[in-house]
Nanobody
Framework: QVQLVESGGGLVQPGGSLRLSCAASGSIFRIYVMGWYRQAPGQQRELVTTITNTGSTNYADSVKGRFTISRDNGKKTVYLQMNSLKPEDTAVYYC??????????????WGQGMQVTVSS
């Protein structure tokens, strides 16, 4: 059984910082891409950022220059450093992992999500 355990969400003032973490565990042979998505109330889930197993990154325009994704392949963990947070960053943040198990089957897995609220 695979789990994505997220941590680090919470309440922060505008201009502040938060660091999110997502650790994968279970029957995972290789993780190809890990990333973060978010969903604000009344809106669709959107891409925030992704990182491949070779370190290539992709960011939404709205977070470029403020957010940084990183990854520890040995720990099967992805991090999201969020700086200069704005009220419009308020959303539920979801971790995502695309991986294969030892039989070669591919999966697209989601964490349960955690709230990030930017407010004074």
């Amino acid at each position: 059984q695979v789990q994505l355990v997220e941590s680090g969400g919470g309440l922060v003032q505008p201009g502040g910082s938060l660091r999110l973490s997502c650790a994968a565990s279970g029957s995972i042979f290789r993780i190809y891409v890990m990333g973060w998505y978010r969903q604000a109330p009344g809106q669709q889930r959107e891409l925030v950022t992704t990182i491949t197993n070779t370190g290539s990154t992709n960011y939404a325009d709205s977070v470029k220059g403020r957010f940084t994704i990183s990854r520890d392949n040995g720990k099967k963990t992805v991090y999201l450093q969020m700086n200069s947070l704005k009220p419009e960053d308020t959303a539920v943040y979801y971790c995502n992992a695309r991986f294969s198990d030892y039989s070669g089957k591919n999966y697209d897995y989601w964490g349960q999500g955690m709230q990030v609220t930017v407010s004074s």
